[in-house]
């Protein structure tokens, strides 16, 4: 019988699997990588039971979506759920192809990013990243850092994703973001079935609780928490005062906080990175957590945080002493 990792299921009935696989570095987010490293990441998140697998076309300008597509053909799985974003279109930059991208990814500028959230810009999109991935259907649509762009993005944005969810080319529709606060309003004014939130409900923010995960649970949206290790202060067993913390520098009281969560971790016999995967799952609204992952040891090492026994009293000791609020023991 297949592996599994057990499953969380959308009001859409697309099942994603508690832990899933955030393909951002497969656009040589930071540093390169390669097709092959790409290709075996994904063929050991399928073996080790990851069936839910995010890209965007921001990643890479691209290469993300091409590598993710090229890997699932090379190793295809049944019920994979992939999802992607809409809102900066891809337009062809011969004047910067001689650069490298200066939002991150060591690729060729030979394109460059246009936001778009109109209907023709959110049609275009999702087409452009159908061809790239090789499909004819994308599971999940979300718009992409819409902040600057309320009014669009709430109404022709919304509006494009709709039509293509009731014709089928897409199977369900949010917005995924790095704030708690317009994911809310998406959820309160418009029909999406989910939303993306990154760095917002993790063990040391937890700005998404009251707001966003109370707005989604009443009506039935589904939550994905991103960047569950806060771009890197989390994802050590020891806090390193240097790493990154919401890609910035992490100020000297978040990592302090860090520090204290991480000992009330070791008391227990927990690693942090462990605890910061597990966290959001414990909200009802909560459907996947997705963490990037550039190789299978990374896949393999997430795994292993996602299935690791942690006990009731961790989580008690965390509420209590006001480090954690535990939303399974908040009324």
């Known amino acids: 019988m297949e592996k599994t990792l057990p499953v969380r299921s959308l009001r859409t009935g697309h099942r994603l699997t508690e832990l899933g696989l955030g393909a951002a570095q497969f656009g040589n987010l930071f540093t390169e990588t390669t097709d092959a490293d790409s290709c075996r990441a994904v063929r050991t998140a399928t073996e080790e039971g990851i069936r839910y697998l995010d890209t965007a ?20 799985r049944p019920g994979v759920v992939v999802s992607s974003k809409v809102g900066r279109l891809l337009v062809d930059s011969p004047d910067t192809a001689d650069r490298l991208d200066d939002d991150g990814f060591v690729v060729p500028a030979t394109m460059r990013r246009v936001w778009d959230f109109s209907r023709d810009g959110i049609l275009r ?31 022709s944005g919304i509006t494009a994703l709709t039509e293509l969810r009731d014709q089928g080319v897409v199977g ?22 989910v939303v993306m939130v990154a760095g917002r409900f993790t063990l040391l923010d937890q700005s ?9 649970q009443e009506r039935g949206v589904g939550v994905v928490a991103a960047a569950v290790y806060n771009s890197g202060l989390l994802s050590t067993t020891t806090v390193d005062a240097s790493a990154s913390y919401d890609y910035g520098a992490a100020p000297r009281s978040v990592v302090e906080r860090a520090a204290r969560i991480a000992a009330v971790c070791e008391r227990h016999g927990v690693e942090l990175p462990a605890a910061a995967i597990q966290y959001p799952l414990r909200h009802p609204a909560v459907t996947s957590v997705v963490t990037g992952m550039r190789t299978a040891e990374h896949v393999r090492s997430n795994v292993a945080r996602y299935r690791a026994v942690i006990p009731e009293a961790l989580w008690e000791e965390l509420h209590v002493t006001g480090l954690v609020p535990d939303p399974a023991r908040m009324s």
């Open 172 to 193: 369900a529709i949010g917005a995924g973001m790095n704030q708690a606060a317009m994911l809310t309003e998406f959820v309160r004014r418009t029909d999406v079935d």
């Open 125 to 155: 999109s999702v087409e452009e990243s159908l061809a790239r991935l090789g499909t004819d259907r994308l599971d999940i649509a979300y718009l992409h850092d819409p902040d600057d762009h309320w009014e669009q993005a709430s109404s």
């Open 208 to 216: 998404a609780l009251d707001c966003l995960l109370s707005a989604a």
């Open 57 to 76: 076309p921001h990643y890479g300008l691209g290469l993300s979506e091409r590598r993710l597509g090229a890997a699932l053909r090379a190793a295809p």
